[in-house]
T-cell receptor, first 113, second 111 residues
Framework: EAQVTQNPRYLITVTGKKLTVTCSQN?????MSWYRQDPGLGLRQIYYSMNVEVTDKGDVPEGYKVSRKEKRNFPLILESPSPNQTSLYFC????????????FGPGTRLTVL | QKEVEQDPGPLSVPEGAIVSLNCTYSNSAFQYFMWYRQYSRKGPELLMYTYSSGNKEDGRFTAQVDKSSKYISLFIRDSQPSDSATYLCAMSAGGYQKVTFGTGTKLQVIP
């Protein structure tokens, strides 16, 4: 089954404790992206990657890191999480030619205390 | 001013009603217009995708784009309780340009 998977689905952590949210897709898509979704603000892009080793900042990159060492994986790293990073996070992927048709993962609900 | 404006709702309609969901935008470079549907506790899924102006129909769903007014709409005919979800509009200038999302309209269809 074609899908985007994220882990963990739910995470409660404390300020300053480094964490990684993994994202994996099995559709051989080149383009991958991370979004956060907050009430009243909608989906905002954090980082995106157009291919292996090619990443770029989205609208709200502060406090986040990403890497793309393999085509299928695009982890999101919070080196020192803060309470304002409490949010619902989505990973998405799309094929090279259909960049606008993104396939979303199930989401990761993160709470930073 | 946000690039994309969308009424957050909630919008509550009886089963069988025609639903109209709308977004306005300010960036005239947008050429690709999408509607995503998001059920509670799920990721968004692409519902409709149109390029430039005009209409596109898919079953009970019709997407309209009016680039001169910078206004897009999604119509749902014969609405069903299973249509209850949040509907997100999204737009892009195309290619590798970023996709900008609206904040979403929550729709409830009452049996």
């Amino acid at each position: 089954e074609a899908q985007v998977t994220q882990n963990p689905r739910y995470l409660i952590t404390v300020t300053g404790k480094k964490l990684t949210v993994t994202c994996s897709q099995n559709m051989n898509h080149e383009y991958m992206s991370w979004y956060r979704q907050d009430p009243g603000l909608g989906l905002r892009q954090i980082y995106y990657s157009m291919n292996v080793e090619v990443t770029d900042k989205g609208d709200v990159p502060e406090g986040y890191k990403v890497s793309r060492k393999e085509k299928r994986n695009f982890p999101l790293i919070l080196e020192s999480p803060s309470p304002n990073q409490t949010s619902l996070y989505f990973c998405a992927s799309s094929p090279r030619q259909g960049i606008n048709e993104q396939f979303f993962g199930p989401g990761t609900r993160l709470t930073v205390l | 001013q946000k690039e994309v404006e969308q009424d957050p709702g909630p919008l509550s309609v009886p089963e069988g009603a025609i639903v109209s969901l709308n977004c306005t935008y300010s960036n005239s470079a947008f050429q690709y217009f999408m509607w995503y549907r998001q059920y509670s506790r799920k990721g968004p899924e692409l519902l409709m995708y149109t390029y430039s102006s005009g209409n596109k129909e898919d079953g009970r769903f019709t997407a309209q784009v009016d680039k001169s007014s910078k206004y897009i709409s999604l119509f749902i005919r014969d609405s069903q309780p299973s249509d209850s979800a949040t509907y997100l509009c999204a737009m892009s200038a195309g290619g590798y340009q970023k996709v900008t999302f609206g904040t979403g309209t929550k729709l409830q269809v009452i049996p």
